[in-house]
């Protein structure tokens, strides 16, 4: 989750298993996806970026392999023997490469969606996160609820109605420009709007989210809440 989880994303071999679970819930605490999300995210089929990176979404095994966000799914009871059997490799070089896919493909399984997965939506998520603004997304998942009231989608409203507005706003301005930047571009601009946020040049939100849901835990932050009743 979160800076871990991003930091994996720029490995040549990302494994899961039954047991994963991925998500960047930065926004929630008035942060934003970062350590490149804005590259690996915006490279994911249509707006599913946008979606993981605006409503801190939770992603299975199986969610992750399907997007790209994983290479290999292994079953969990097979992680061992497979570590052995790379252990067995030797020392790893560049000219390794081929030997080590070979071996962890050895172990990998193929993987089956789930029946409700957003994945398997992404019409809908298209549909919706393809706006331009996090206003103009919040009103698209408003109005598909009405005519589907999917779990996920009032998942996705309750999200980004709780998160900062600000950092929402940050991270959505970040994953489309960074469509067409390279990693080092899209690290240079994250760090550069992450030293104004630790800063307070653009708000509070960072340091009362982190007050509100990792230390005092109240969960009521007191800063962000223009989405709170209705549509701005």
């Known amino acids: 989750m979160g800076g871990g989880a991003g930091l ?13 679970i991925f998500s960047m819930p930065e926004a929630s605490f008035g942060g934003f996806p ?10 994911l089929p249509g707006f599913f970026g946008e979606y993981i990176g605006l409503t801190g979404a939770y992603l299975d095994g199986t969610e992750m392999l399907a997007c790209g966000l994983a290479t290999h799914f292994v079953l969990s009871k097979d992680v061992g023997l497979m570590e052995e059997a790379l252990a067995e490799l030797g020392e790893w070089g560049l000219g390794e490469m081929a030997n080590i896919s070979k071996t962890i493909n050895e172990f990998a399984h193929k993987t089956h969606l789930k029946k409700d997965s957003p994945y398997g939506r992404l019409e809908v998520i298209e549909k919706c996160f393809s706006a331009e603004t996090v206003e103009e997304i919040l009103y698209a998942l408003e109005k598909s609820v009405r005519e589907n009231e999917d779990k996920w989608i009032i998942d996705a409203i309750k999200s980004m109605r709780s ?70």
């Open 163 to 232: 998160f900062s507005p600000t950092s929402l706003k940050i991270f959505l301005r970040l994953i489309r420009e960074g469509r067409s930047r390279s990693i080092e571009k899209c690290l240079v601009s994250e760090f550069r709007v992450f030293c104004h946020v630790v800063r307070r040049a653009i708000g509070n939100d960072l340091f009362e989210g982190v007050r509100a849901l990792l230390f005092e835990k109240d969960r009521k932050p007191q800063i962000y809440s223009v989405f709170a009743n209705g549509r701005n």
């Open 34 to 43: 970062d350590c490149g999300a804005s590259h690996f995210l915006s490279r």
């Open 8 to 20: 994996s994303m720029h490995t040549p071999f990302r494994i899961v298993t039954e047991n994963t």
